[in-house]
């Protein structure tokens, strides 16, 4: 069992801590085994829109496999802010030095700022106050414009809603970006990525959208991507013929059903090489003969990722 620590802070907004804690239980509510705490200073916060809520002031014990995120606060600026306790200050910084995620949501990167998680690692928050961040934590890479950076066991994202994107992030990396969408599915959102991110996956990217019978089919080539799956068998197993398939496959993602695949294989071989495999053993890794196709199939991607592979091909 995975403990979801939300450490709360005065003024908590709450769709910063109600959109992760939803994306948590519908994973436990799909088997996997989480169990969501609250920690604050006090027994009780008063959330940013007036509710008020009940917490733990002792942290549980803790282990690698934890996770412990912060939601943001209503403030114009850091500066003014809610008081941060150092105790709750130590807490995260326990918690990470342990091998285990710390992450954030909106203004909370404030927190692990002064906690001395964001030095020299990427971060971002919300775009009012990306600035004062920089300003304050002269030594973290403030990123502007993406949804939410992960760096070294510091996951951090822009504002408000992003909070979900953030959490479907790290559902992916625990357990598959398929179990994200289904996830992403059940809460009815769109699963938002941005810039060039390895979670940016097209298992999410291109799920946008609310056509069952074309999300059927990508469960299914979701889970078989390195397998050859003819048209035909799709259709059947989707209820209708052939030209229907590839219609309402391609208004709903903009793709072709082969197309989705091979993006899919192109993406899971990226991610090998990133971690040191050859171009030709990721080929057959995820279902190409050999890395031709690959390397044609990867021409069009970006600079950033075409990087990657440098010194990498055989």
């Known amino acids: 069992m995975s403990l979801v620590v939300f450490a709360l802070f005065p003024g908590v907004h709450l769709l910063d801590l109600a959109g992760p804690a939803q994306v948590f239980s519908t994973a436990a509510d799909y088997g996997r085994p989480y169990r969501i705490c609250y920690v604050a200073e006090r027994e009780q916060v008063t959330s940013a829109q007036g509710l008020p809520l009940t917490a733990q002031t002792r942290w549980p014990e803790l282990c ?17 802010g809610p008081h941060l306790d150092p105790d709750m200050l130590e807490g995260l910084r326990a918690h990470h030095a342990a091998g285990g995620t ?8 404030e927190a692990l700022g002064q906690a001395g998680l964001l030095d020299g690692r990427r971060c971002t928050t919300h775009h009012d106050l990306q600035d004062e961040l920089a300003a304050r934590h002269p030594r973290a890479k403030v990123t502007r414009d993406v949804l939410f950076t992960a760096d070294s066991g510091v996951v951090t994202s822009a504002g408000i809603a992003s909070g979900i994107d953030l959490a479907l992030h790290l559902l992916a990396d625990r357990h598959g970006p398929a179990f994200a969408a289904r996830v992403a599915r059940n809460m009815v959102v769109y699963s938002r990525r941005n810039g060039h991110e390895p979670q940016a996956s097209a298992m999410l990217r291109h799920r946008a959208h609310l056509d069952d019978t074309v999300h059927h089919v990508q469960d299914l080539i979701d889970a078989r991507f390195s397998e050859t799956l003819p048209l035909p068998e799709l259709a059947v197993r989707a209820g209708v013929s052939e030209r229907t398939l590839t219609r309402l496959f391609h208004r709903a993602t903009g793709l072709t059903p082969l197309r989705y695949q091979q993006t899919l294989r192109v993406e899971h071989a990226e991610r090998l090489i990133g971690h040191g495999t050859t171009a030709e053993a990721a080929a057959r890794e995820v279902g190409f003969g050999d ?10 991607r970006t600079p950033a990722v075409r990087e990657r592979e440098d010194g990498q091909s055989p």
Not at 102 to 109: D, E, I, L, M
Not at 291 to 300: F, I, K, N, P, Q
């Open 64 to 80: 690698s496999e934890d996770l412990v995120l912060v939601p943001g606060w209503r403030t114009p600026g850091f500066h003014g």
């Open 102 to 109: 710390v992450a954030s949501v909106c203004s909370g990167a």
């Open 291 to 300: 890395a031709r196709m690959l390397r044609r199939l990867r021409a069009g």
